[in-house]
């Protein structure tokens, strides 16, 4: 069964960095898109950063630009953001996505529903 997993979450100061990592095994497909989402009580699931199959695509949400960058690892079925200059409102759950694909698609996906598998998440805290 497919179960990414995610780690480096924690509890940090405005202005400090995370690492979030997402490790991921018995995908059926040889290759996969990824994601990272964030979500808040009380608010609806939303997108951070996207990265297509060879990594050389990625995407951010206007609220991390320029602050977080999402990589990956294609052997090791993982992908990773580091977070700089983090705000008290990047505090949420982070919850890493994969969407297997077809040999070849280098698609990026920034809607939660064309993922196929969800991580359990991990809390982000970010103090004033």
Same mark, same amino acid.
């Not at 964030?38 to 206007?62: C, H, L, M, N």
């Given at each position: 069964?497919?179960?990414?997993?995610?780690?480096?979450?924690?509890?940090?100061?405005?202005?400090?960095? &995370?690492? &979030?990592?997402?490790?991921?095994?018995? &995908?059926?497909?040889?290759?996969?898109?990824?994601?990272?989402?964030?979500? @808040?009580?009380?608010?609806? =699931?939303? /997108? *951070?950063?996207? /990265?297509?199959?060879?990594? @050389? +695509?990625?995407?951010?949400? @206007?609220?991390? $630009?320029? =602050?977080?960058?999402?990589?990956? @690892?294609?052997? $090791?079925? +993982? +992908?990773? &953001?580091?977070? %700089? %200059?983090?705000?008290?409102?990047?505090?949420? *759950?982070?919850?890493? +996505?994969? =969407?297997?694909?077809?040999?070849?698609? %280098?698609?990026?996906?920034? %809607?939660?529903?064309?993922?196929?598998?969800?991580?359990?998440?991990?809390?982000?805290?970010?103090?004033?």
């Amino acid at each position: 069964q497919v179960q990414p997993v995610e780690s480096g979450g924690g509890l940090v100061q405005a202005g400090g960095s &995370l690492t &979030l990592s997402c490790t991921s095994s018995g &995908l059926t497909f040889s290759t996969y898109a990824m994601g990272w989402f964030r979500q @808040d009580p009380g608010k609806e =699931r939303e /997108i *951070v950063a996207a /990265i297509s199959w060879r990594g @050389d +695509a990625t995407y951010y949400s @206007d609220s991390v $630009k320029g =602050r977080f960058t999402i990589s990956r @690892d294609i052997g $090791k079925i +993982a +992908a990773y &953001l580091q977070m %700089n %200059n983090l705000k008290p409102e990047d505090t949420a *759950v982070y919850y890493c +996505a994969v =969407r297997e694909t077809y040999s070849g698609e %280098n698609t990026i996906y920034t %809607n939660e529903r064309e993922y196929d598998y969800w991580g359990q998440g991990t809390q982000v805290t970010v103090s004033s």
